[in-house]
């Protein structure tokens, strides 16, 4: 067996066709070998600094959000000693976006040989409200920040934060929260899928409400926005640099909004009002009236 094994060997070698090199062609080839040979280990040498290599610095980019540069850095949980290649930029950047919920959107770049560099840009919300619900059979009360998406982007026990940053109160139906924390594909729903009872309310009930911080959004307003109050739909009211408010009522469409809005402004320009004293315009679908008012008239949405 061992001698037809052996003859079976020397068969197949012979029947391999065999060339001779000149001894130019050889140094050709052993060139070719050694540069390729040399480029793999070049690689591997690479690789093998990258994956050792701690990152040395972190430079951030452009950082144009209310978080420091140090809450950025801690954000991906990076210590000094960390090697470059166990932090993948994607992974990098989604880790970022999910403990930074401000966030719109980051950028994770490494320059060689142990530097990390970040750019983040930030979605500032616009509004806060008090919520008060059962969240799991137990009470839970507080305040949330929004934007016009209705993304929820911070929670607070006090809402004094979100005013001293310039955001608007609202006031708004009574959501249905899952939880009180933050998170970034917590938007705000206002009906439980559970509801089937012949009056129950669907999502579309309440679209009005995004609609309108849509229009508030895209519009030329001539004032700031301090407070608003959507929580019925054929009742809006929104308060302007805690000065006045209009009571919009009824607001069919965008259209709508802004021809109501311009009327506003015109019956203020108009009415040779006190620039000390504060006011409720009426936009009935009849008469428009102005009559002045209080504090606890303009920035307190009903509760």
């Not at 470059?84 to 919920?101: F, G």
């Not at 949330?144 to 929670?155: E, F, K, M, S, T």
Request: charged share 30%.
């Amino acid at each position: 067996m061992k001698e037809k094994l052996q003859k079976f060997r020397d068969a197949l070698l012979d029947a391999i066709p065999h060339k001779n090199y000149t001894p130019e062609q050889k140094a050709a080839i052993t060139k070719k070998t050694a540069l390729i040979g040399g480029a793999v280990a070049l690689v591997a040498v690479v690789l093998l600094v990258l994956a050792l290599f701690p990152v040395l610095d972190v430079q951030i980019d452009s950082n144009q959000s209310h978080y420091t540069e140090q809450e950025i850095v801690d954000a991906l949980d990076k210590s000094a000693m960390t090697p470059m290649l166990s932090l993948m930029p994607r992974r990098a950047e989604k880790k970022l976006m999910d403990n930074l919920l401000y966030l719109e959107s980051a950028e994770v770049k490494y320059q060689f040989p142990a530097t990390l560099r970040i750019s983040v840009t930030e979605e500032t919300p616009l509004y806060y409200f008090y919520y008060d619900t059962q969240i799991g059979g137990k009470p839970h009360t507080g305040w949330l920040a929004i934007g016009a998406d209705l993304r929820v982007v911070d929670a607070a026990r006090d809402g004094q934060r979100f005013a001293e940053l310039g955001l608007c109160k609202i006031a708004i139906p009574a959501p249905v929260l899952d939880e009180t924390e933050p998170g970034r594909a917590s938007r705000l729903r206002f009906t439980r899928e559970e509801e089937t009872e012949e009056n129950a309310k669907t999502e579309q009930d309440f679209a009005y409400i995004s609609e309108f911080l849509s229009w508030v959004e895209n519009a030329d307003l001539t004032g700031t926005l301090t407070c608003m109050d959507l929580s019925q739909k054929f009742d809006v009211r929104v308060t302007f640099d805690s000065r006045y408010r209009i009571d919009f009522g009824r607001v069919r469409d965008e259209q709508d909004f802004l021809q109501k809005l311009s009327l506003a402004e015109q019956i203020l320009a108009e009415a040779g009002v006190d620039p000390e004293q504060k006011y409720i315009i009426l936009l009935g679908e009849d008469e428009c009236s102005i009559y002045p008012a209080n504090d606890r008239d303009l920035d307190q949405p009903r509760s």
